[in-house]
């Protein structure tokens, strides 16, 4: 069986282990194709030909229309527009939480790129700590090597202080220069991950740097 996710097919068979369930995915776009297929198998056994009658049940399959790639609109204020969204993490309404990216646990969409900004007062700095980690890419998640990547900054634009992030080696636990930070997941059109899941938290200056 294959899906056809803006032109991008994958395949979400496994021959060899036919116990197998795909992870969930996600369309970047308004349109998803599920494509179903069977073939007639033989096993050449001699010289006779032997066709396999073994029956399969076949798959049962769950969808649901969201929008904004699943964000809780009304929690994070997620803003999506043409492959881009931008999510923003308020202290005055949350001093904590979680942030994931789009279709966690599941494959997240490929040709997307997220902003998560996190805006805390003046007394105030932003902890951030990933937990899982899971973005495809090798090296120093360049271009050349046609990886995804995060960004870490504490700036609206990139902190030349923070490398990229990419594979499976998740950054540390980061604590922002002031009461702004920015992290930025991005992806390109060639393969995908289960991608991350962090927590923020922010802190009070004058309780926790004394």
Same mark, same amino acid.
């Given at each position: ?40 198998? @033989?096993?050449?056994?001699? $010289? ?44 005055? $309404? ?12 599941? &494959?997240?969409?490929?040709? &997307? ?7 805390? &007062?003046?007394? !105030? ?25 995060? !960004? ?34 991005? @992806? ?17 200056? @004058?309780?926790?740097?004394?």
């Amino acid at each position: 069986m294959t899906v056809n996710l803006n032109n991008q097919n994958y395949d979400l068979c496994n021959c060899i282990n036919i116990s197998f369930t795909p992870r969930q995915i996600i369309s970047a776009s308004n349109f998803l194709q599920i494509r179903f297929r069977t073939v007639r198998r @033989s096993f050449e056994t001699g $010289q006779s030909s032997v066709h396999s009658r073994k029956n399969y049940s076949g798959y049962l399959l769950r969808y649901r229309f969201t929008k904004d790639f699943g964000f809780d609109s009304i929690e994070s204020k997620a803003l999506v527009k043409n492959g881009e969204c931008n999510i923003y993490f308020n202290s005055t $309404q949350y001093q904590n939480g979680y942030f994931t990216t789009p279709n966690y646990p599941g &494959l997240y969409p490929r040709d &997307l790129e997220c902003h998560y900004f996190f805006i805390g &007062l003046k007394n !105030e700095k932003v902890q951030i700590t990933f937990h899982t980690f899971d973005i495809e890419g090798v090296n120093q998640c360049g271009a050349d090597t046609k990886s995804d990547y995060v !960004e870490l900054s504490n700036f609206q634009n990139r902190d030349r202080f923070y490398s990229r992030f990419c594979g499976v080696n998740k950054p540390g636990t980061i604590i922002s220069d002031g009461g702004f930070f920015h992290v930025t997941f991005y @992806s390109n059109n060639v393969f995908d991950g289960k991608g991350f899941q962090a927590s923020f938290y922010f802190l009070n200056t @004058s309780i926790y740097f004394i």
